[in-house]
């Protein structure tokens, strides 16, 4: 199976092609990062597709659209494909791209997420996560997951944990990994928060002898950062403290951090980041930091499902110290989500 993946150069979304691609047996990979001329030729391809998305198009045609729409080395980089069985893409903005490419090659097409505003009709297959579940009608194209897929595996984590922990010189302890998002139009992050992290983290060392590991992201707040960095780098119960511009031996720092963990905490406004521990098989814990809300984001729909069904753990800032002793000690089992095997066979099953 040759897949050719369609990138707009977004971690979260390279992160879920990248996972289903692994999943699939005998794959060929190709990778193109797309990138376009102007946004509004963006746009306007996308209106486009919405009209035309599904008639068969001239080849001369769809060339003359992509050439329109794209860079030179992005159009180049597309005709210079030979073949392909499937043509995958995470992401609005490309959307349009994969059904054309689709058409050039007669390959089967495949999202993740549904695109805006094409939507998910025109394509052979789009895997979507539980809240983008619309209506009760099931739809033959559809592949439902719970989350979104990623690269992570139970297995590749426990394989590595023992090299890291040699390769780091780290004691035998529990550990906690500590996923910090941002700040969104939903969520909220404060140095108040930060504060009280760092006191619980201080507490749990002292009186359970775990280390803590924490990674930021873009969104997490520059004082918020700072504040933790002030705290926590220097601590010797805080080994690892990655920021994104962090520069390490280790190969995949992020990865570590779940690898090394025996309990994941994660703010609740990056569902990709709850996806992916999740996937972990290590006990998570979604922490809600801002405050309650009458309308919260769709996503805790989904959060409210996983922790119906033993996948996660939620609660807020006043009440994570008893829910870290409780995820350390009473060793509950938890399920870790399986969203990128569902997908990768959801793949496979195109082509067979």
């Known amino acids: 199976m040759r897949v050719v993946i369609l990138s707009d150069n977004k971690p979260g979304h390279y992160k879920q092609s990248l996972g289903i691609v692994e999943r699939l047996p005998n794959c060929e990979m190709e990778w193109v990062t797309v990138e376009f001329r102007h946004k509004w030729r963006d746009n306007l391809l996308r209106v486009f ?16 659209l992509l050439r ?31 059904l054309l490419l689709g058409q050039l090659h007669s390959a089967k097409t495949v999202t993740c997420r549904r695109p805006s505003p094409l939507g998910t009709r025109y394509f052979d297959l789009a ?24 690269p992570i595996s139970p ?9 890291l922990v040699e390769e780091l010189n780290l004691p035998d302890c529990q550990r ?23 006191k619980i983290c201080e507490t749990i060392n002292t009186e359970l002898g775990a ?24 601590a010797d119960w805080c080994p690892l403290f990655i920021e994104p511009n962090t ?8 990865q570590a951090i779940l690898a090394l963990s025996d309990l994941l905490i994660v703010t609740a406004d990056s569902f990709s980041m709850v996806c992916e521990a999740a996937s ?17 984001p769709k996503r805790y729909k989904v959060y409210t499902y996983m922790e119906q069904h033993a996948i996660v753990s939620q609660c807020r800032l006043d009440g994570l110290k008893q829910y870290i002793v409780n995820g350390l000690t009473l060793h509950i089992p938890n399920t870790p989500l399986r969203d990128t095997e569902t997908a990768a066979e959801a793949i496979n099953r195109l082509v067979v």
């Open 280 to 296: 972990s098989g290590r006990p998570v814990i979604v922490l809600t930091l801002s405050k309650a809300q009458t309308n919260k």
């Open 247 to 254: 520069v390490l031996a280790l190969t995949d720092p992020y």
């Open 68 to 98: 329109w729409s794209l860079t030179a080395d992005t159009y180049s980089a597309l005709t210079t494909l030979h073949t392909a069985d499937i043509t995958l893409s995470t992401g609005s903005s490309v959307a349009a791209v994969n």
């Open 155 to 163: 297995n590749a984590l426990n394989a590595e944990q023992k090299q």
């Open 49 to 64: 597709m919405c009209v035309l998305g599904g008639t068969s198009l001239s080849l001369s045609f769809i060339h003359t």
């Open 211 to 234: 280390q803590i590991l924490v990674t930021t992201s873009r969104r997490t707040p520059t004082d918020v950062v700072e504040h933790l960095s002030a705290t926590l780098k220097h």
């Open 176 to 198: 906690i990994g500590i996923l910090l998002g941002g700040t969104d139009r939903h969520e909220t992050i404060t140095t108040a928060d930060a504060e009280e992290l760092h």
């Open 127 to 150: 895997i979507l996560p539980m809240f983008s579940w619309h209506g009760k009608k099931e739809k033959n194209n559809v592949c439902k997951t719970v989350g979104v897929p990623n």
